[in-house]
């Protein structure tokens, strides 16, 4: 086909790309374009302005466009566009490594790079089947997810995932997975601030599934301490610490993807801090870059990093890796990232709001088929109830009415809009937020 005839053939600019989670159709006929952001907002192309209530995706909690993390990326690009972290290095991707074991609690001091979340589960599940196998346990392969749990779309993160349209489709997944309840109860949880009081008890599923497959078959427990994608699960009070004490007991590893809690969401550099609960790797992305260029990567503790240091030294010590591992442009814009969060003290900033934030989401509370509202850190979830026969209609519909009339960025997850700000929020702008979903809400009613 000459390319005149592949132009003729697509009706617009937009047809080609096939965009990923998106109704593409739908986007395609009303797309809601973005073309520039400065800290707290986006920019259409004709220059109307939106409030991030995202952060993007979870990423940008430093904001948009901060010049210190611009200015590293430019000068990044100028001096090292690439250089290989296959058996060469380059000094950036160790200092930020060392940055950020240093943020982690415990001896959580051991970094291996890759470029999304994705990626980063499926590097902790598989670092955790070769550190049993390493140790001379690999019968331990078996690998615990949970109900409604999001790890990103590689064909492990969607095994011990828990979302039903991110697996049917996708024919057989890893073999020998097997899921935990998920944590949430309407009845018992329904327009909690943060962590629910009922739910504890469903950490003890664990040892019923220990008893059915048995402890030395299993590799790894993986949880996200707070379940985002599914539209924002707080973790019941105690739940995680129970979860600990049990893998613990049977030698079983454990797994917090922090991809979206990380990076001060929650009030602290871990949900793992703030839950006072030191797990066995660490799964991160998307905060460490505030988004500017895509990292990801998994933070371990030092006896699972030792074990692999055996055999020759002139051996490779783990067959894993990614060409963009500790990528110099990735490394620069997450050193300056981490500069800005300590400058500005944005993780003690975000837990300081944190009961601000909760106090004025709740007043939605009362508002047309409002069923729940959960806020946790500078994370917020209001669910609506569906138009009969159209299941997340009334969501898509308030996507397009914040974006369209409000100027408002939310997510949706199923029936529930999700808000996550970037951390520098300022009261104003959380009032504005709310102002606008009250509109929106009503809008949709
Ligand atoms: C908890 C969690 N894990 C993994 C991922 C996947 O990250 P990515 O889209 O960068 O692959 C996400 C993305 O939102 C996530 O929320």
Redesign the pocket.
């Known amino acids: 086909m000459s390319s005149s005839a592949k132009s003729a053939a697509l009706p617009n600019d937009l047809e080609s790309f096939f965009m990923p989670f998106t109704a593409n159709r739908s986007f395609k006929s009303h797309p809601r374009m973005i073309s520039r952001a400065k800290d707290m907002h986006y920019y259409t192309p004709e220059g109307r302005a939106i409030l991030d209530g995202t952060a993007g995706?979870?990423c940008a909690n430093a904001g948009h466009n901060r010049k210190k993390i611009v200015e590293a990326i430019q000068a990044q690009a100028a001096e090292l566009d690439f250089a290989p972290t296959f058996q060469f290095g380059h000094p950036k991707a160790f200092q930020l490594a060392s940055r950020i074991a240093a943020l982690a609690p415990a001896d959580l001091d051991y970094v291996f790079f890759a470029n999304?979340?994705?990626e980063a589960?499926d590097t902790a599940l598989k670092t955790a089947i070769a550190y049993h196998n390493v140790r001379g346990e690999g019968q331990k392969t078996r690998l615990i997810g949970r109900e409604r749990g999001?790890?990103?779309?590689g064909f492990g993160?969607i095994s011990v995932g828990g979302m039903a349209p991110n697996r049917k489709f996708f024919g057989s997944l890893l073999a020998g997975v097997d899921h935990l309840p998920h944590t949430y109860n309407r009845e018992q949880q329904a327009f909690t601030k943060g962590e629910p009081e009922w739910g504890a008890h469903l950490a003890d599923d664990l040892e019923r599934l220990v008893t059915l497959h048995d402890a030395s078959t299993i590799a790894a427990v993986i949880v996200?301490p707070m379940a985002?994608?599914t539209g924002v699960l707080p973790p019941p009070k105690g739940y995680l610490k129970r979860l600990r004490a049990i893998c613990d007991k049977y030698g079983l590893l454990l797994i917090f993807?922090e991809?979206?809690s990380g990076f001060g969401r929650l009030g602290a550099p871990f949900a793992a801090e703030r839950y006072d609960v030191v797990p066995d790797m660490i799964?991160f992305?998307?905060g460490i870059t505030s988004g500017a260029v895509p990292m990801?990567g998994v933070i371990m503790r030092k006896g699972i990093y030792d074990a692999f240091m055996t055999g020759p030294e002139h051996a490779i010590n783990f067959f894993h890796g990614y060409t963009y591992s500790g990528h110099p442009l990735a490394a620069a814009a997450g050193l300056a990232t981490l500069d800005v969060y300590a400058e500005e003290d944005l993780f003690a900033r975000a837990k300081k709001m944190e009961p601000i934030w909760a106090d004025a989401i709740h007043t939605l509370k009362g508002q047309p088929n409002v069923l729940d509202i959960r806020t946790l850190g500078l994370v917020a979830a209001v669910d609506l109830a569906s138009r009969p026969d159209a299941i997340g209609k009334r969501a898509f519909d308030a996507l397009n009415h914040a974006f369209f009339e409000e100027g408002l960025m939310v997510r949706t997850a199923g029936e529930s809009l999700v808000l996550t700000p970037p951390l520098v929020i300022s009261e104003a702008q959380i009032d504005e937020i709310v102002d606008k979903m009250g509109r929106i809400i009503r809008a949709v009613a």
């Open positions: 995706l979870w999304s979340g994705s589960v999001y790890h990103g779309v993160g996200e985002g994608s993807d991809v979206i799964c992305a998307k990801g």
